[in-house]
């Protein structure tokens, strides 16, 4: 049995299943609002698995699932050395978001990650301790800066509602997804003009622990 984990709810689930009838799979829920059961029809020996977006990472490098989809940014954050783990098959076209570096509108000197890093060593002179970062993106965030020579900073893990963190002087900066930024804008922050860490989108993946033999048959029937 070919399993095919999918994100459990929301537009990114429908928009999958969109995806998927459009090549002749056709994904819906079965059960109640709070079931997490599917079905495929189209093709034997086909299940569905619905997740979170962010554990089907996790259980395709585990060979749980032999496909998934999920986010470009939940990949490569969440496996290290990912292209071990998974191969990406296709990008699906939505789910499309930018994860930032985002500061305080009020740092009118700031605009760039050098501005950044002059900033993150003045701030930890003055207050003897290092700027915080919040983010929940550790890996993404912490290579990109590691690249582009920031230092004297510290991540703080935030799970949701992280554009408030500075608001609410749990950090001094975030680096978050955003699609439109006008929550960035609300909460009064700006993206560094060279902080883009990675275009994310919706993305079908392929385990590289799965076995069955008719996998390939499948990807092939679905266009790839």
Same mark, same amino acid.
């Given at each position: 049995?070919?399993?095919?984990?999918?994100?459990?709810?929301?537009?990114?689930?429908?928009?999958?299943?969109?995806?998927?009838?459009?090549?002749?799979?056709?994904m819906s829920r079965t059960g109640n609002e709070r079931e997490y059961s599917g079905q495929v029809e189209g093709v034997d020996?086909?299940?569905?698995?619905?997740?979170?977006?962010?554990?089907?990472? &996790?259980?395709?490098?585990?060979? @749980?699932?032999?496909?998934?989809?999920?986010?470009?940014? +939940? !990949? *490569? /954050?969440? %496996? =290290?050395?990912?292209?071990?783990?998974?191969?990406?098959?296709?990008?699906?076209?939505?789910?499309?978001?930018?994860?930032?570096?985002?500061?305080?509108?009020?740092?009118?000197?700031?605009?760039?990650?050098?501005?950044?890093?002059?900033?993150?060593?003045?701030? &930890?002179?003055?207050?003897?301790? @290092?700027?915080?970062?919040?983010?929940?993106?550790?890996? +993404? !965030? *912490? /290579?990109? %800066? =590691?690249?582009?020579?920031?230092?004297?900073?510290q991540l703080t893990d935030s799970q949701g509602a992280t554009e408030g963190t500075v608001k609410n002087q749990t950090a001094?900066?975030?680096?978050?997804?955003?699609?439109?930024?006008?929550?960035?804008?609300?909460?009064?922050?700006?993206?560094?003009?060279d902080g883009l860490i990675l275009q994310s989108q919706a993305t079908l993946y392929r385990s590289a622990l799965a076995t069955?033999?008719?996998?390939?048959?499948?990807?092939?029937?679905?266009?790839?």
């Amino acid at each position: 049995m070919i399993r095919i984990g999918v994100p459990s709810k929301g537009r990114l689930m429908e928009k999958t299943f969109d995806w998927f009838g459009a090549r002749g799979l056709k994904m819906s829920r079965t059960g109640n609002e709070r079931e997490y059961s599917g079905q495929v029809e189209g093709v034997d020996n086909v299940s569905l698995v619905l997740l979170s977006a962010g554990e089907i990472p &996790r259980e395709l490098a585990a060979g @749980r699932i032999d496909l998934g989809v999920t986010g470009t940014d +939940l !990949v *490569r /954050d969440k %496996l =290290a050395h990912w292209q071990t783990k998974v191969t990406e098959i296709a990008p699906l076209g939505f789910g499309h978001a930018d994860l930032v570096i985002a500061i305080p509108v009020a740092w009118i000197d700031v605009e760039t990650l050098d501005d950044l890093d002059a900033a993150a060593s003045a701030f &930890r002179r003055t207050h003897g301790h @290092r700027l915080r970062i919040a983010t929940k993106y550790h890996r +993404l !965030v *912490r /290579d990109f %800066l =590691a690249t582009h020579g920031v230092a004297d900073y510290q991540l703080t893990d935030s799970q949701g509602a992280t554009e408030g963190t500075v608001k609410n002087q749990t950090a001094e900066a975030i680096a978050d997804i955003t699609s439109s930024g006008e929550t960035l804008r609300a909460n009064h922050l700006k993206i560094l003009s060279d902080g883009l860490i990675l275009q994310s989108q919706a993305t079908l993946y392929r385990s590289a622990l799965a076995t069955d033999p008719g996998l390939d048959a499948l990807i092939q029937r679905i266009g790839f």
